[in-house]
């Protein structure tokens, strides 16, 4: 039983959605998982286990920030021997290229953070998602009838809700950055080091150039695309 989590082994199945809001992970796990049972409720930081389509999946929430989702990752990768790990979330678009509910399946993640500097002694490791993830949410996206917009590329993952210095994210736009989140680089890089797969995708909930959003209800309750991608590439 770890400390943050506190479920029992076998609670947690090998491949796990994970939410930054702890009542998104509730909602997914009542909107699109079958025999859904809580097996956490830690700190509030809720966790599920149920089945999709007849395979089990786990479904857990982490918090805001990459500290915050470290623990939980570490936690479902080293006392659990969790396998795959699939970020839903949101982020913010930085580039009129994206619009607002777009989906964006990260490719690679940015930062700011020190997390990876302090772990490798200065030199910039760059973290990236799991090829067969990556591709398979590529394809669960181009094959959805709806034809929702998706892009695919990098995110910056911000140790700061509210910046300091703002203007730099103009800057990471030019570099090919298409939207800010806070999770996905320490997310890849826990993943590399336990040899685990990892993808993040993201809804944008609020465009940073023309300054629309969307509402917490919204963010909790409603970026089911995101979710049902995510299955698809975990699960197939």
């Known amino acids: 039983m770890s400390t943050h989590i506190g479920a029992r082994p076998g609670d947690i199945a090998p491949t796990v959605l994970l939410p ?8 997914i796990a009542e909107t699109f998982l079958d025999d859904a049972r809580c097996y956490s409720e830690v700190r509030g930081m809720y966790g599920f286990t149920g089945t999709w389509r007849g395979q089990p999946v786990s479904v ?43 989906v964006i399946i990260a490719s690679g993640a940015c930062t700011d953070s020190s997390m990876n500097r ?11 998602a799991d090829f067969g993830l990556l591709r398979g949410a590529v394809e669960a996206a181009e094959a ?10 990098l995110i ?23 939207a800010v989140e806070m999770e996905a680089s320490a997310l890849y890089t826990l ?12 809804t944008v909930s609020d465009h940073i150039v023309t300054g629309e959003e969307t509402t917490s209800q919204e963010r909790e309750q409603t970026f089911g695309e995101m979710v049902e991608i995510a299955l698809t590439a975990a699960l197939g």
Not at 20 to 27: E, T, V
Not at 144 to 153: A, I, L, M, N, T
Not at 165 to 174: K, T, Y
Not at 192 to 202: D, V
């Open 20 to 27: 930054g809001d702890p009542l998104r992970a509730r909602w």
């Open 60 to 102: 857990q929430g982490s918090g805001m920030g990459q500290p915050s989702m470290a623990i939980y990752v570490n936690e479902l990768f080293t006392d659990y021997d969790v396998q795959s790990v699939v970020r839903v979330g949101s982020c913010g678009a930085v580039t009129e290229d994206v619009g607002i509910r777009d």
């Open 156 to 178: 910056f993952s911000s140790d700061s809700f509210y910046a300091a210095r703002p203007e730099l994210l103009g800057e990471m736009v030019d570099y090919g950055v298409l």
């Open 118 to 128: 302090i772990a490798f002694h200065g030199i910039d490791y760059a973290p990236v």
């Open 191 to 202: 993943a590399a080091k336990h040899r685990r797969k990892a993808l993040a995708i993201c």
């Open 144 to 153: 959805r009838e709806d034809g929702s917009p998706f892009h695919v590329g």
